[in-house]
């Protein structure tokens, strides 16, 4: 059975931290493409980052510069390390995966197959 658990989500003021953990089972995960997506009320989901098989990452113009991606093989773990906040990064935050071995360009047009149940991230002024 393929699960996606994320976990680090949280309420914080404006500047703060937080880091998004997403450990996944039942694929291939070292082979994979994982994606962060983000969905605030009211607004379409957006992308946030990805990383391939290669460890190549995009990031959304919005985050660019303050959230980092990493993803670490051993533990079937990708990460989203989101430092200077923002109240517009309010959002549930979706983990999502494509088991097969993209380029970071077929990554992002992927409809991944699985995803996680989300958790959510409060920012406040």
């Known amino acids: 059975v393929v699960q996606l658990m994320e976990s680090g989500g949280g309420a914080v003021q404006a500047g703060g931290s937080l880091r998004l953990s997403c450990t996944a089972s039942g694929f291939t995960y070292s082979r994979s493409c994982m994606s962060w997506y983000r969905q605030a009320p009211g607004k379409e989901q957006e992308l946030v980052s990805a990383i391939s098989s290669d460890e190549t990452s995009y990031y959304a113009d919005s985050v660019r510069g303050r959230f980092t991606m990493s993803r670490d093989n051993d533990k079937s773990t990708s990460y989203l390390q989101m430092n200077g906040l923002k109240p517009d990064d309010t959002a549930v935050y979706y983990c999502?995966?494509?088991?097969?071995?993209?380029?970071?360009?077929?990554?992002?047009?992927?409809?991944?197959?699985?995803w996680g149940q989300g958790t959510q991230v409060t920012v406040s002024s």
């Open positions: 999502a995966a494509d088991d097969r071995p993209l380029s970071i360009e077929d990554c992002l047009g992927s409809p991944d197959n699985y």
